[in-house]
């Protein structure tokens, strides 16, 4: 028992540091300047080529689950020694993931150049949007059953984005935003991109429900699957189409990948930030699928709000303790109104996952604590959104 409590921890831990280093290390790219391609110096906006890297730290995972089949095998193979049948391949590549590859590459871009434009730690709370836009399409497409306290929970969380969104837009006004450079236009623009974002990442949840749980498929299968399908897309499809698309970077590109790799390896600070971004997708994945296998959703609920909040802690002590032209400043106008927005959202995302009730309208789930976590557990799609590591 005290060994199983202490690989939960392990994970949690895990889970914790690997999730926030997703999102710390990817805005700390974007606020690196280096010497690009031509000599000239710039920031790295690159969120094309930053979705690549997520890419890869994906396809990292189909490394562990070759071992982990491998190891199955085996077991298999001694256990029908002395049997006349045989054992059954199995089927490792297969169309079935390029949908929801193509909404990852997409919601993870439109993401990406979202959080050029806003501070982390909004950047981290509006990706609580995607409770929205999940139970809205469950209801249309998985004909899910929804109760008052999803929909109240869901109205809530409406609340806390609006709030947030607002506060990042009127701190973005008033001349105190953190992110130097940033018009108000965009920082605007940043919101609905993020917002966005969380439409597909949706869409991909169930476009994974549809087409692949039937399969009985392995989570960390579907995520290295849809890793190496989305290598492929970004370095045979996408980055070439970015580079002769007219834009304002280098060479008169939308976006430049050469431009990209020339920051890096003038920059050692982008290169590492850009390792750590690709292995933290990585060991992000394996310990949140380790974590649902292991707990329940009112778990990864609380731990995914503790990832928000050790985001803006870690951020806010990076721009005042270490150096100031990476994390964020507080904003000591609207930044207690962030907080209230990320109070909005911790309770709508509670009253959504039924793991607090009203109880004049409670569903015919919520008879007891144990048992919302068991029932909520089954209603739950291939993979968990707060398992998305944009």
């Known amino acids: 028992m005290a060994n199983f409590k202490l690989y939960t921890a392990i994970l949690v831990a895990g889970m914790l540091i690997t999730g926030s280093l997703n999102t710390l290390t990817k805005k700390a790219q974007n606020q690196s300047t280096a010497r690009g391609i031509y000599g000239e110096k710039a920031k790295f906006n690159h969120p094309w080529f930053q979705t690549l890297l997520m890419f890869y730290g994906e396809a990292i995972c189909l490394i562990v689950y070759e071992w982990q089949r491998r190891k199955a095998r085996k077991e298999r193979e001694n256990q029908i020694q002395d049997t006349d049948a045989e054992p059954q391949p199995e089927r490792v590549l297969t169309g079935i993931f390029v949908v929801p590859t193509i909404c990852d590459l997409i919601g993870t871009t439109l993401s990406g150049i979202g959080l050029l434009y806003v501070p982390a730690s909004v950047w981290q709370m509006l990706r609580g949007a995607i409770i929205i ?221 039924e793991i607090i009730y009203i109880k004049c309208i409670a569903s015919p789930r919520t008879t007891g604590f144990a048992e919302i976590s068991a029932d909520f557990e089954g209603s739950q799609p291939l993979l968990d959104g707060s398992l998305r590591a944009n």
């Open 133 to 353: 836009f999940a139970g809205i399409l469950s209801v249309i497409f998985l004909k899910r059953k929804m109760y008052a306290t999803n929909w109240i929970g869901m109205g809530v969380v409406m609340a806390g984005l609006a709030t947030v969104g607002l506060s990042s837009v009127l701190a973005d006004k008033n001349g105190s935003s953190s992110d130097d450079g940033v018009s108000h236009g965009e920082m605007i623009l940043g919101i609905i991109l993020i917002l966005l974002a969380q439409l597909v990442s949706a869409s991909q949840m169930i476009v994974e429900e549809i087409f692949i749980k039937k399969h009985n498929v392995p989570p960390i299968q579907v995520v290295g699957m849809e890793g190496c399908f989305g290598v492929l897309f970004m370095s045979l499809l996408v980055l070439p189409v970015c580079y002769f698309i007219p834009g304002n970077g280098p060479h008169d590109s939308y976006e430049n990948s050469l431009d990209a790799i020339s920051q890096m390896w003038n920059n050692p600070a982008i290169l590492g930030f850009g390792l750590a971004y690709l292995f933290s997708i990585a060991f992000y994945n394996y310990f949140g699928l380790s974590v649902t296998k292991s707990l329940t959703a009112v778990h990864r609920t609380l731990i995914d709000a503790c990832r928000t909040m050790l985001v803006w802690a870690i951020d806010l002590l990076i721009h005042y303790c270490i150096v100031s032209s990476y994390g964020e400043a507080f904003d000591m106008t609207y930044g207690f109104v962030q907080i209230g927005g990320f109070a909005l959202l911790m309770l709508g995302t509670l009253l959504y996952n």
